[in-house]
Nanobody, 121 residues
Framework: VQLQASGGGLVQAGGSLRLSCAASGGTFSSYAVGWFRQAPGKEREFVAAISRGAVSTYYADSVKGRFTISRDNAKNTVLLQMNSLKAEDTAVYYC???????????????WGQGTLVTVSS
């Protein structure tokens, strides 16, 4: 499966952005999808994940209550709605997919290119 992340940009603190992860080349409904991010000089970290049937979701504590992950299997898309953005949310955001479901980056075999989110304070 191939993944394409989009929707990043520059936003002021307190604002919102919606990231999209579009999939092609596979049976999208067979894959769990996760979002990860990597800030300059830091390691890649887990943000959110959604199971194949959207029954289960996981969130990092740092984004819980502010970010919402959802999916539309008919459109082969996963969305990450990000509200109340903070300067520390600034990072390159990546979506990833795998038939397994979890919060560790090593769980995911398929990765999209990143999309940059910059939050100005």
């Amino acid at each position: 499966v191939q993944l394409q992340a989009s929707g990043g940009g520059l936003v002021q603190a307190g604002g919102s952005l919606r990231l999209s992860c579009a999939a092609s080349g596979g049976t999208f409904s067979s894959y769990a999808v996760g979002w990860f991010r990597q800030a300059p000089g830091k390691e890649r970290e887990f943000v959110a994940a959604i199971s194949r049937g959207a029954v289960s979701t996981y969130y990092a504590d740092s984004v819980k209550g502010r970010f919402t992950i959802s999916r539309d299997n008919a459109k082969n898309t996963v969305l990450l709605q990000m509200n109340s953005l903070k300067a520390e949310d600034t990072a390159v955001y990546y979506c990833a997919a795998d038939q397994s479901f979890g919060t560790a980056a090593v769980t995911y075999d398929y990765w999209g290119q990143g999309t940059l989110v910059t939050v100005s304070s």
